[in-house]
């Protein structure tokens, strides 16, 4: 058979070798990592939780940059290409090195059958030492315990929150999500939780296997006042910090988990005040409360969940009333549709529904029947798609309301594309 040469034809490729899309387990992906010798010499952070690992990833990413270090980051999913998720000193991967990466793993996997996640794992790592880098940020897909990342060890762990989601493969209770996402610890090297009410199971796994647990409110954490922070951790502290570029009081708490990891690594990749408060002002991550400017206002977020909903409802508290909020709302089917239809219920003047067009996305119709059984107080409507949701919006918006996409990364994705906008 010959090999796809074009990015696109690799993707299409992956999706179709293997009969499901998600297959939890590390014994395929290692064979392949072993094979092909992927053994990083450089450190290696590991960033889980259900909510607040991008942001964890995207800080740490922009404060060891300003800091000079040349930095590999992996994360998932992306929002218009799939170069988004392999980024080498903040530039995202060429198509040509994903393809040769892909390539090279195809080769060396022989009749080991690899997920489209699995292959993207081990291209990126592939990539990461290729190019020398110094140190790596790699973002869990799901879970951690039996997630492709967990193939490689990390020098640091951190957990940015515990919630209900994907409860298909992670169980349906928060302490059962929590030991899936403790899976990620490592003997005799530290883990950082910045949830603060920390599940049983990650400090039972930490005291199993010998793992130095750093707790959010005890051995480091946050103290905000007006205009700046200041962070402490029982090594150190750093005081009169800018607010990250990010947006959202919450995000103290992923800065802080960011900066706790600094902490653990300070002796391989020390790292000044200048280059943090520079990384911090500097940081970007799209689909997170991101504001486009323009009238109406639009507002995008990816929030999927309910306790994302609940952090996004909290932004939108702290902003300036407006006159109506109209939501273009879509979300994948295996989600809590009512969970974060009824977090964000005050916010929201009237709801666009829309389909999403894939295997996993839920029909107009189904969404606006479990607004109607919530129910919502707001006028509901519903449409093919995402993009007519979105041109109703506008159509009916004064230029003093405000329109936020929600609910899924293809919605904030679909939205980015119907407007023209980049993910930088």
């Not at 690992?53 to 404060?63: Q, W």
């Amino acid at each position: 058979m010959t090999m796809p040469n074009t990015l696109s034809g690799w993707l299409a490729y992956l999706e179709s070798i293997h009969p499901k899309p998600i297959e939890l387990g590390l014994e395929r992906v290692a064979q392949v990592k072993h094979k092909l010798n992927l053994d990083p010499d450089f450190p290696v952070i590991v960033v889980g939780g259900t909510n607040g690992k991008g942001s964890v990833c995207a800080m740490l990413e922009a404060i060891l940059h300003a800091a000079g270090y040349r930095v590999g980051c992996y994360t998932s999913p992306h929002l218009l290409s799939y170069n988004e998720r392999v980024r080498i000193a903040r530039q995202q991967a060429g198509d040509a090195e994903l393809c040769a990466s892909f390539d090279l793993i195809e080769q060396a996997r022989g009749t080991t059958s690899l997920t489209y996640f699995e292959f993207g794992t081990l291209a990126a790592m592939n990539c990461f030492i290729a190019h020398k880098v110094d140190v790596v940020i790699m973002e869990v897909g799901l879970g951690g315990r039996l997630d492709a990342v967990n193939v490689f060890d990390g020098d640091c762990a951190v957990i940015a929150s515990v919630d209900i989601d994907h409860t298909d493969y992670l169980g349906d209770t928060r302490e059962q999500i929590a030991f899936e996402k403790a899976g990620i610890f490592r003997k005799d090297r530290v883990a950082i939780c910045a949830d603060e009410d920390v599940p049983k199971a990650i400090r039972t796994r930490a005291k199993q296997i010998g793992t130095d647990l750093w707790c959010i409110a005890g051995d480091f954490g946050f103290t905000a006042h007006q205009g700046q922070w200041d962070y402490r951790s029982k090594v150190g502290s750093r005081i009169a910090l800018p607010y990250p570029a990010l947006r959202g009081a919450f995000q103290l708490r992923n800065a802080s988990a960011a900066l706790a990891a600094l902490d653990i690594l300070k002796d391989r990749l020390p790292v000044s005040m200048e280059s943090v408060r520079r990384g911090l002002v500097e940081v970007q991550l799209a689909g997170r409360f991101q504001l486009v400017s323009g009238k109406p206002s639009l507002i995008l977020d990816v929030a999927h969940n309910p306790h994302a909903a609940h952090s996004l409802a909290q932004n939108l508290a702290g902003l300036p009333p407006c006159p109506h909020t109209y939501a273009v709302f879509a979300m994948l089917r295996d989600k809590d549709i009512a969970g974060v239809a009824s977090a964000m219920n005050q916010h929201i003047d009237t709801w666009l529904v829309a389909g999403i067009d894939i295997a996993r996305g839920t029909a107009a119709g189904d969404m606006e029947r479990v607004l109607q059984q919530c129910p919502v107080r707001g006028e509901i409507k519903a449409f093919s798609c995402i993009a007519e949701a979105l041109r109703n919006a506008y159509n009916v918006a004064g230029e003093d309301d405000r329109i936020i996409a929600f609910g899924s990364f293809h919605t904030v994705a679909e939205v980015m594309q119907a407007q023209g906008l980049r993910v930088t």
